[in-house]
């Protein structure tokens, strides 16, 4: 199930950022086996960005994570997509893969099978994600 969670947020760096990167296009990728951790981060052009061209009602980045995790929506529009992150918030709330999710000034948290979002500091290009086992 690890593998299908970094597959799944890996394909989304492509899919969604191909054309639009800030500056360096690709994906950052690392596992740390001592930690039992695997970093995922993009530069692209983030989660708002993306969702605000199919919702343009959408007010900032902890709506449009919220949305993600949540919803059946595609910032690819008009594929019929958007089930890719709530799999990945419904695997690791089953078996309890701790996952926090960075984008723009938002983050979704999951532990221990609970789901939390938030507002951040830090300002996040494109997306980072964080998991651990």
């Not at 950052?28 to 199919?54: E, H, W």
């Not at 709330?93 to 979002?117: R, Y």
Request: aromatic share 8%.
């Amino acid at each position: 199930m690890l593998t299908a969670i970094v597959g799944e947020i890996g394909n989304n760096s492509f899919d969604h950022n191909l054309g639009k990167w800030s500056d360096v296009p690709g994906i950052y990728y690392q596992i740390i086996p001592d930690l039992k951790m695997v970093i995922l981060a993009d530069r692209g052009c983030g989660i708002f960005s993306t969702l605000k061209n199919v919702r343009p009602n959408i007010k900032n980045d902890l709506e449009a994570i919220t949305i993600a995790f949540t919803e059946i929506v595609s910032g690819r529009s008009p594929e019929q997509r958007g089930n890719g992150l709530k799999f990945v918030k419904k695997v690791a709330e089953q078996f309890k893969i701790k996952i926090k999710f960075f984008s723009g000034l938002a983050q979704c948290e999951i532990e221990n099978g609970i789901t939390k979002f938030s507002e951040t500091n830090t300002k996040i290009p494109g997306t980072i994600a964080i998991i651990e086992i």
